[in-house]
């Protein structure tokens, strides 16, 4: 399996080189050339499997230069028990109304991106010991991203972690998640602006090929093909935990701010995983479904974006969005790198007359929730079923029941649990005991390690030259 750019302009690569990467060379995202088609047979012989098996069975596809043994390795020193509570990794349980709740939020930072970030971690390792080489480790995060990443590159060898995040937008267990961490591999960077500031600082740096070469520069935003490809696994194990047989279809909501997780649902979908429709929760922060919705993708300024609460979706320009539409647009590289290019220059693009495509061909629909509506399905959920969810996986929830067509199966991605974002809860229900993992008992007591810069690449740059000289 070789990727190529969404540009067009990057030779060829293997999973290897893709993985330590983060954006192209040509300023694109790198995709594999194709997706392996799976047959009914093989998911009659899938559903059968365990989270790790059936990782091995996804990911082999597409890590072809990593030994199977080795990926073998990789995989189950990943998926364990002790990481995530079960053997079932990512439990589905009935929520309500035909909605199912796939559970993506029983790993260490208790965020859906833990399935991902510990995968990658330990690819990284192994990865960089193969090669003899460092990585320099730039993020950047709205709230769960980061925290997942640390956790899973705290004290691994030869990798440095940058991690930006917007300076005071975070709630208070996320910040004390990130920030207690003493590690000398970890550094924490709080930028004076929006998620989209530090977003943007993570492409200006990755575009300087100079200093991304003399740093050693990668990523673990879900620009990163290996976070994708490790979410595409759960797409196959929530569909055979929800389904009894291959002839169901399944619809799946996801809230998204970033694109990432979606679109891992987007490639199950393009491998054969019988998935009826692909639903986006945004929350008021909605240039996703304004594109879903009109065909126009007008990405904001971080002056427009609001700070909501469900802050991890608070972005205003989705880094994996660029993967979709060189889908839909049969894979014009050339076309697609002018309208990226007009985006990067604050303009946007319509793209309406595709998009009867977008929903028929591809599944997408998309739908909005408000802060009050949060607040209602947050209760209306406990009320009816006793769980409690946190404000984004309500802002799914509310979606996927406005656009729930008749016997339509929906299946909403966690994303959080509800200890992380206390206030809204309180707000919902009132005082409520909420319950919390041992580990994190008093997280936000302990000392908290943080650099406040101004909304400034070259602020971010002089950190990192400061830090890596040492080594």
């Known amino acids: 399996m070789k990727y190529i750019s969404t540009r067009g302009n990057t030779a060829p690569m293997q999973f290897s080189d893709v993985l330590l990467m983060g954006l192209a060379p040509d300023g694109g995202l790198m995709l594999p050339e194709y997706y392996p088609q799976i047959d009914n047979e093989t998911l009659n012989k899938w559903r059968k499997l365990d989270y790790a098996d059936l990782a091995f069975e996804i990911m082999s596809l597409f890590a072809t230069d990593i030994p199977a043994d080795d990926l073998r390795l990789i995989i189950n020193k990943t998926y364990t028990k002790q990481a995530f509570g079960s053997d079932e990794i990512t439990p589905v349980n009935?929520?309500?109304?035909?909605?199912?709740?796939?559970?993506?939020?029983?790993?260490?930072?208790l965020a859906f991106k833990d399935v991902a970030m510990q995968f990658l971690g330990n690819a990284f390792e192994y990865v960089l010991d193969k090669k003899n080489e460092r990585l320099t480790i730039i993020g950047a995060t709205s709230g769960d991203t980061g925290s997942a990443a640390e956790y899973a590159l705290r004290g691994k060898k030869n990798i440095s972690v940058f991690m930006m995040s917007p300076h005071g937008k975070m709630s208070e267990f996320q910040r004390?998640?990130?920030?207690?961490?003493?590690?000398?591999?970890?550094?924490?960077?709080?930028?004076?602006?929006?998620?989209?500031?530090?977003?943007?600082?993570v492409k200006s740096?990755?575009?300087?090929?100079?200093?991304?070469?003399?740093?050693?520069?990668?990523?673990?935003?879900?620009?990163?093909?290996?976070?994708?490809?490790?979410?595409?696994?759960?797409?196959?194990?929530?569909?055979?935990?929800?389904?009894?047989?291959?002839?169901?279809k399944l619809s799946f909501c996801v809230p998204s701010g970033n694109f990432g997780n979606v679109c891992a649902g987007l490639f199950a979908k393009q491998m054969g995983l019988p998935i009826d429709?692909?639903?986006?929760?945004?929350?008021?922060?909605?240039?996703?479904?304004?594109?879903?919705?009109t065909g126009k993708y007008t990405p904001r300024q971080s002056s427009e974006t609001y700070v909501t609460s469900s802050p991890s979706m608070d972005i205003s320009k989705a880094s994996n969005f660029e993967r979709f539409v060189y889908l839909l647009l049969d894979k014009d590289s050339a076309y697609l790198a002018q309208l990226f290019n007009d985006v990067k220059l604050g303009k946007g693009f319509d793209l309406s007359?595709?998009?009867?495509?977008?929903?028929?061909?591809?599944?997408?629909?998309?739908?909005?929730?408000?802060?009050?509506?949060?607040l209602d399905t947050i209760?209306?959920?406990?009320?009816?079923?006793?769980?409690?969810i946190d404000p984004h996986t309500a802002d799914g929830v509310k979606v996927a029941l406005q656009l729930q067509r008749e016997d339509e199966h929906i299946l909403v991605a966690e994303t959080a649990l509800p200890a992380k974002f206390e206030d809204t809860i309180v707000e919902a229900l009132g005082k409520i005991d909420l319950p919390r993992p041992k580990h994190t008992i008093g997280l936000e007591d302990k000392p908290q390690y943080v650099t406040v810069v101004p909304n400034n690449a070259e602020a971010v740059a002089q950190i990192i030259k400061q830090h890596i000289t040492a080594y």
Not at 229 to 239: E, M
Not at 277 to 293: M, Q, Y
Not at 353 to 374: C, I, P, W, Y
Request: overall charge negative.
């Open 379 to 388: 209760k209306k959920i406990y009320t009816k079923t006793q769980r409690l």
């Open 176 to 201: 004390a998640q990130m920030y207690s961490l003493d590690d000398a591999n970890i550094h924490n960077i709080a930028v004076e602006g929006m998620f989209d500031d530090c977003q943007d600082i």
């Open 205 to 248: 740096l990755q575009e300087d090929a100079e200093f991304k070469k003399k740093y050693s520069l990668g990523t673990v935003n879900s620009i990163n093909w290996g976070r994708i490809l490790a979410q595409i696994v759960y797409y196959f194990k929530g569909y055979f935990a929800a389904t009894t047989n291959n002839e169901q």
């Open 277 to 293: 429709r692909l639903i986006v929760a945004t929350n008021e922060n909605d240039v996703l479904h304004e594109f879903f919705s």
């Open 94 to 109: 009935p929520l309500c109304d035909n909605l199912s709740l796939l559970e993506l939020s029983n790993g260490p930072t």
């Open 353 to 374: 007359d595709k998009l009867s495509e977008v929903s028929q061909k591809f599944g997408f629909v998309s739908g909005k929730s408000t802060h009050q509506d949060r």
